[in-house]
T-cell receptor, first 114, second 115 residues
Framework: AQSVAQPEDQVNVAEGNPLTVKCTYS??????LFWYVQYPNRGLQFLLK??????LVKGSYGFEAEFNKSQTSFHLKKPSALVSDSALYFC????????????FGRGTSLIVHP | NAGVMQNPRHLVRRRGQEARLRCSPM?????VYWYRQLPEEGLKFMVY????????ESGMPKERFSAEFPKEGPSILRIQQVVRGDSAAYFC?????????????FGPGTRLTVL
């Protein structure tokens, strides 16, 4: 079984400040972890993924995420937020060797204030 | 270099009618996934298909819903005798291969409203 938790429904941050969107997971094997972003009235867009190797993964638009096995977390971060980063962010997990179907979190709404 | 295409973008049906949602995957992609998104409920997996085969339909309601991905043409999600509870955004995604490591590419979605 696999599950993903995004504990915050909404994150508010001022433009120029660092941002963190949290994700924790629960799996019975080795996880593959993904972040997607959804802008209003659009489909999800892939941001980055962790498969293996370096725990710090860099992705699109200056985003990065750190895989922490001991804390079973994969938080999304950006050093300096932009107003245009305001969107809905989804974390997803797939189990290595298990079903190909990702389990998505409920999403976190990021609001960046000017 | 077209991405995943879905049509129609908006679909209005009366209770009892049929809804047909179409999805054309990215060029070269042979794996298609359908999801349903309700406000504040996140993305729920429905069905996973390869060309001419249903691989996993564990998220699909047993009645009224069906999906296909023929050898030629788009993937179709079909909802018969729609009810108000079917109102949602339906997203299609495709991937190059079906492995665990491959990210999915999403279409813009079809917003179904049942009156």
């Amino acid at each position: 079984a696999q599950s993903v938790a995004q504990p915050e429904d909404q994150v508010n941050v001022a433009e120029g400040n660092p941002l963190t969107v949290k994700c924790t997971y629960s799996v019975s094997g080795n996880p593959y972890l993904f972040w997607y972003v959804q802008y209003p009235n659009r489909g999800l867009q892939f941001l980055l993924k962790y498969i293996t190797g370096d725990n710090l993964v860099k992705g699109s638009y200056g985003f990065e995420a750190e895989f922490n096995k001991s804390q079973t977390s994969f938080h999304l971060k950006k050093p300096s937020a932009l107003v245009s980063d305001s969107a809905l962010y989804f974390c997803a997990v797939v189990i290595s060797g298990g079903s190909y179907i990702p389990t998505f979190g409920r999403g976190t709404s990021l609001i960046v204030h000017p | 270099n077209a991405g995943v295409m879905q049509n129609p973008r908006h679909l209005v049906r009366r209770r009892g009618q049929e809804a047909r949602l179409r999805c054309s995957p990215m060029k070269g992609h042979s794996h298609v996934y359908w999801y349903r998104q309700l406000p504040e409920e996140g993305l729920k997996f429905m069905v996973y298909l390869q060309k001419e085969n249903i691989i996993d339909e564990s998220g699909m309601p047993k009645e009224r819903f069906s999906a296909e991905f023929p050898k030629e043409g788009p993937s179709i999600l079909r909802i018969q005798q729609v009810v108000r509870g079917d109102s949602a955004a339906y997203f299609c995604a495709s991937s190059l291969a079906g492995g665990h490591m491959n990210e999915q590419f999403f279409g813009p979605g079809t917003r179904l409203t049942v009156l």
